[in-house]
């Protein structure tokens, strides 16, 4: 078996991970199992970050959603409620507007976005 000195870029903790023997010497085999087990960590580490992000954008398109229906509510209760008045009905068109261009927002952005973060 063959011995080598301990290389700075290897730390306790990552041989304590991969079995090896914290002294002065680390058998061969053990740097090349630390270096496969790095690798396997890393990969699914950015796996995990990836899922996260498609996630968080659905979290995000959803919110942009539910406020557009919610500005859409809005604009529908105050042209029903105060359909007598003169300024309240343009305000309940406008918040019908800007609810409809949230609603729009949210369904065809998030394809887009999901698309953009798989490819990196």
């Not at 609810?99 to 698309?115: S, W």
Request: proline share 2%; net charge positive.
């Amino acid at each position: 078996m063959l011995i080598f000195k301990r290389s700075k870029n290897l730390n306790r903790r990552t041989l304590a991970r991969s079995g090896a023997r914290l002294s002065r010497e680390i058998p061969c085999k053990h740097i090349i199992m630390a270096g496969n087990r790095l690798n396997q960590v890393n990969e699914a580490l950015i796996g995990l970050a990836k899922e996260r992000t498609i996630l968080a954008n659905e979290r995000n398109s959803l919110a942009y959603i539910r406020t557009g229906f919610s500005a859409f509510v809005l604009g529908i209760a105050a042209l029903k409620l105060f359909e007598d008045d003169t300024l309240l009905p343009h305000l309940g068109w406008t918040a019908i507007g800007i609810g409809m261009v949230f609603i729009i927002l949210g369904v065809v952005y998030y394809p887009i976005r999901k698309e953009r973060i798989k490819t990196y």
